[in-house]
């Protein structure tokens, strides 16, 4: 067997630069369910934020950071997050990546909401697809291996340490086991649990849910963002650059309806406070055909045609229209996962020998609520990080050979899984758990949505550890990777909807109209939750404070 020096799971913003924070001699490898340039990070827009501003500094993003997070994130991990933004950004740029320029050439930045400074760096509406593009070809440059389109469906686990994976190989068909001294998780987000989401489909939560199995706890997975402005009906992201750049959003009496809600920040305020607006507006009947417009018009077709390209082409594709023309329709849509695999500011998960960043971790940054522009940033600093530490751990460890016990079992869970003979396909499974996640565990949550979704999920988790595979090979089984990413789904519903119900306060992104006030006497906790037999179970643990009490 293959035994790595370091294996990435998944080739997004953060696998890609934990694997480029390795040192050159070791042996590096990636695994990619899709080819990495089609990870979801490939589709962020509208920037990546670092205090680069003459006026501006890393402690007023700290600073921003931990009030749009409503006090709930580690401030010793978003401290060092906003003081290594700066060099992480400048480190981009010299691997090449082009990011917008203002008009004295230097990096330009646009506001974001949450931010009290245009703090986020940006490549026109494409920022995403310029820096993993520019990562991918660094990537090759060194040589690395990359297993492409191989689907990890578990860790190998020998005395309690992570030892590697066990992994489908998805083009050729075939299982394998691959070993590694030290796994990094860098799967991404579960936004796929719910019906209407910007995510890619492939954000099914699968790296939270390797972990939440072998006994790392998930953190905060209650606090899911919503994004204020997904496109009608396809729910394809918006983005806050275009708030950024000065779109206004309008009621059905064509009101600036912000100003009753956020007289100061109007469009720039949270997401969460403008994606509760926006539902409040459409609950109070005064949406347009359940949505509200988001008004570009103003900004002039240069201008639109310039900062906002992508913005116009999927407004013009996807809704039938033009943003120089006409206000576009929206609606907030699941957007943005802020828990995930608990870790430390190095990406240490408690598992030794398993780490994880990105999205699929909960460092945590972003606390109840994510600001604009600081995903990609954790990306960057936490991925290269987790490789950093993952790599000098690996230095300790002395490769041997592994039992074959945990491929065993996957091969017969394999094999059970392509004799089940349940009346439903994983999709379907998969749309009603969408639909109920959505339904109950919206904007809006209350102790009897929540309570009914819990039931619900239980009995989909049955459902979905027997569904029916119509295609029974070997080569591109796509109803086998949906079936095990069924799994994963269900999973991590079940932990989002177990937080929520406990968690009586509303704070950030989650709102619940039957305490809607935050409580920071009985609810200025992390929560995490624990796989048993059972279900998630929960426990509550204390939030790093350092610079900024809670206001
Ligand atoms: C439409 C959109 C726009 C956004 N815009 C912005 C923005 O402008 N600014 C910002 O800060 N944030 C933005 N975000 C958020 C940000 O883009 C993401 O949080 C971030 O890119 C996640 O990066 P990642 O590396 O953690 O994961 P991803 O980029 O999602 O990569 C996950 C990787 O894991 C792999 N993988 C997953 N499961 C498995 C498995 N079982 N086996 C093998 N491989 C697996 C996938 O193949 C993929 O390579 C946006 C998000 C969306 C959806």
């Known amino acids: 067997m293959k035994i790595h020096d370091l294996l990435i799971v998944g080739a997004g913003l953060a696998g890609m630069r934990a694997a480029l924070a390795a040192p050159a001699q070791l042996d590096v490898a990636l695994i990619s369910k899709v080819h990495p340039v089609r990870s979801h990070s490939v589709a962020a827009q509208g920037g990546i934020n670092a205090a680069l501003g003459e006026s501006d500094s890393w402690e007023a993003h700290a600073f921003d950071t931990t009030k749009g997070g409503q006090y709930l994130g580690d401030q010793d991990a978003i401290e060092a997050m906003c003081r290594e933004a700066p060099d992480d950004i400048l480190e981009l740029e010299r691997m090449g990546v082009i990011f ?47 297993y492409e389109e191989w689907y990890v469906m578990s860790l190998i686990m020998e005395e309690g340490i992570c030892r590697g994976v066990i992994a489908w190989d998805i083009v050729h068909g075939g299982l394998h086991a691959i070993g590694a001294k030290a796994v ?27 972990a939440y199995r072998v006994g790392a706890p998930l953190e905060d997975m209650e606090f899911v963002q919503f994004h204020p402005t997904t496109l009608k009906d396809t729910g394809i992201l918006i983005t806050e650059g275009a708030r950024g750049e000065g779109a206004y959003l309008l009621n059905t009496l064509g009101e600036r309806f912000m100003k009753k809600y ?146 065993r079992r996957e091969e017969a869970h394999l094999r059970q899984l392509m004799d089940n003979d349940g009346p439903e396909r994983a999709w379907q499974v998969r749309d009603d758990l969408g639909k109920i996640m959505s339904l109950n565990l919206g904007i809006f949550r209350t102790q009897q ?19 029916r595979l119509q295609d029974k090979g070997k080569i591109f089984n796509t109803d086998l990777i949906q079936a095990f990413e069924l799994n994963c ?47 998630p179970q929960l426990s509550y643990a204390p939030v790093t404070i350092t610079k900024f009490p809670p206001k």
């Open 100 to 146: 917008s320029r203002d008009e004295r050439g230097r990096i330009a930045q646009r506001p974001f909401g949450g931010a009290g400074f245009p703090r986020a760096c940006y490549a026109a509406d494409r920022t995403g697809h310029a820096i993993l593009h520019t990562m991918y070809e660094q990537l090759m440059k060194r040589g690395c291996h990359v």
């Open 184 to 210: 990094v998780l860098a799967t991404g987000g579960s936004g796929r649990a719910f019906l209407t989401s910007t995510n890619a489909v492939i954000n099914t939560g699968d790296g939270m849910a390797l």
């Open 262 to 407: 956020a007289p100061e920040q109007m469009e720039l305020a949270t997401r969460s406070t403008v994606s509760l607006a926006i539902g409040q507006e459409i609950l109070e009947g005064r949406g347009v055909d359940g949505c509200v417009l988001l008004d570009l018009r103003h900004l002039g077709r240069q201008r639109i045609l310039e900062r906002l390209p992508q913005i116009r082409q999927l407004s013009v594709e996807f809704a039938g229209v033009d943003p120089v023309e006409s206000p576009i329709p929206i609606r907030p849509g699941a957007h943005y996962q802020m828990g995930g695999v608990k870790t430390t500011i190095w990406g240490e998960t408690p598992v030794p020998g398993l780490y994880a960043a990105g999205e699929c971790a909960c460092v945590s940054v972003h606390g109840a609520n994510r600001l604009g522009g600081n995903s990609l940033l954790e990306t960057i600093v936490f991925g290269r990080r987790a490789g950093q530490r993952a790599s000098d751990y690996s230095a300790t460890v002395q490769p041997r050979a592994l039992s074959d016990a945990a491929f």
């Open 449 to 467: 949505s929540m309570t009914d979704a819990l039931k619900e999920i239980r009995t989909l988790r049955l459902r979905g550890e027997s569904v």
């Open 489 to 535: 789904l269900v999973e991590i519903a079940e932990t989002i909807v177990a937080g929520a119900l406990a968690r009586e306060e509303s704070r950030g992104a989650h709102y619940r109209s039957d305490f809607p006030k935050r409580d920071d006497g009985k609810w200025l906790k992390h929560t995490r939750a624990t796989k048993t037999p059972d279900g």
